[in-house]
């Protein structure tokens, strides 16, 4: 075959072979993955800036009801706040186990009994553990780095 022969041969291949692979399914724009972000609250970060020089701070996100009109003037719908109360509950309750003290677990300890007792289980959990990373990280960068890869290795 002509070199001639063979480039066209070659271009008719590769134009065949783009015509069938846009026919197939699951090609195209639809076919992309749907992954969605949820954006980072302002609020969240905020909290976080708040919470690195004072820790104590975070308590005021664990109260739904001072934190309910305090963002009430920013006209968030009902769904929408109530996801937004959660979330920055959560999110407190999570950063008081990284940089909380030991001296805030009493306080923890009331959060977690008043949401067992309200049956939001998982927030009463969070709760929980963050009191246990609090107590092991009181006892050493050593120990604490032990204690969450037992966690890691229990099924439970």
Do not use: C
């Amino acid at each position: 075959m002509t070199r001639t022969g063979l480039l066209i041969t070659v271009t008719v291949l590769m134009s065949a072979y783009g015509a069938v692979a846009g026919q197939l399914p699951g090609t195209g724009q639809l076919a992309m993955p749907a992954i969605i972000l949820r954006p980072t609250p302002v609020e969240a970060v905020e909290m976080w800036q708040r919470s690195a020089t004072n820790p104590s701070a975070l308590f005021t996100y664990l109260d739904r009801g001072s934190l309910r009109k305090s963002l009430a003037p920013k006209n968030y719908d009902s769904e929408t706040l109530g996801n937004l109360l959660l979330t920055l509950e959560t999110i407190a309750v999570e950063r008081l186990g990284d940089i909380g003290s030991v001296g805030v677990i009493s306080r923890l300890e009331t959060y977690a009994a008043d949401r067992q007792a309200a049956k939001e289980l998982d927030a009463a959990t969070t709760g929980r553990l963050a009191i246990e990373r609090i107590r092991a990280r009181a006892k050493g960068r050593d120990a604490y780095v032990q204690e969450l890869v037992r966690w890691l290795q229990t099924p439970d």
